[in-house]
T-cell receptor, first 113, second 113 residues
Framework: AQSVSQHNHHVILSEAASLELGCNYS??????LFWYVQYPGQHLQLLLK??????LVKGIKGFEAEFIKSKFSFNLRKPSVQWSDTAEYFC???????????FGQGTTLQVKP | DTGVSQDPRHKITKRGQNVTFRCDPI?????LYWYRQTLGQGPEFLTY????????KSRLLSDRFSAERPKGSFSTLEIQRTEQGDSAMYLC???????????FGQGTRLTVV
């Protein structure tokens, strides 16, 4: 069965620190990969997506992610976090031809001012 | 606001009662998805529609759950004889298939007491 694993459940950083959130998926075929963010009290919003091409994708608010096919990974990075990045982050994979998303369990990021 | 709209935002019901939630997708999005999210977990896929056709139902969707999208626009999710284990956030998303980028609503939080 397809699955997504996020290894960091709760991350606490100070402002200006660098961020890397891990995401691994299990699926042997072609995948589309996503990172969604949920700010407190708001709906899930797309941060970035990978469909094909350059494995390094850039998203909104200075986030980027790198698809490493050999490692089945799609880690999220940001060089310098801000207090406003405090949120829950979800990695998701769309495997097969359905459009349905398989989500990881999420990572809560807390940025201290 | 032209995003995905869900109603109600919150619902408290007594065990054994029936509840119905509504989702209005982004207009002209042909795919509509329902997910369920419990505390500390990522969203879990429940079911999805291509226009008015329900194409897949998760094993999570017991026979107490039913979803419809009668005219290929809005959708309803009904839970009959609610149980405490049904307490969760129910999320709706839509996408303009074959584009797989999904846009989420703010969800309906169900509490069964």
């Amino acid at each position: 069965a397809q699955s997504v694993s996020q290894h960091n459940h709760h991350v606490i950083l100070s402002e200006a620190a660098s961020l890397e959130l891990g995401c691994n998926y299990s699926y042997g075929g072609t995948v589309n990969l996503f990172w969604y963010v949920q700010y407190p009290g708001q709906h899930l919003q797309l941060l970035l997506k990978y469909f094909s091409g350059d494995p390094l994708v850039k998203g909104i608010k200075g986030f980027e992610a790198e698809f490493i096919k050999s490692k089945f990974s799609f880690n999220l990075r940001k060089p310098s976090v801000q207090w406003s990045d405090t949120a829950e982050y979800f990695c998701a994979v769309n495997a097969g031809n359905t459009g349905k998303l398989i989500f990881g369990q999420g990572t809560t990021l807390q940025v201290k001012p | 606001d032209t995003g995905v709209s869900q109603d109600p935002r919150h619902k408290i019901t007594k065990r054994g009662q029936n509840v119905t939630f509504r989702c209005d997708p982004i207009s002209e999005h042909n795919r509509l998805y329902w997910y369920r999210q419990t505390l500390g977990q990522g969203p879990e896929f429940l079911t999805y529609f291509q226009n008015e056709a329900q194409l897949e139902k998760s094993r999570l969707l017991s026979d107490r759950f039913s979803a419809e999208r009668p005219k290929g626009s809005f959708s309803t999710l009904e839970i009959q004889r609610t149980e405490q284990g049904d307490s969760a956030m129910y999320l709706c998303a839509s996408s303009p298939w074959p584009n797989t980028e999904a846009f989420f609503g703010q969800g309906t939080r169900l509490t069964v007491v």
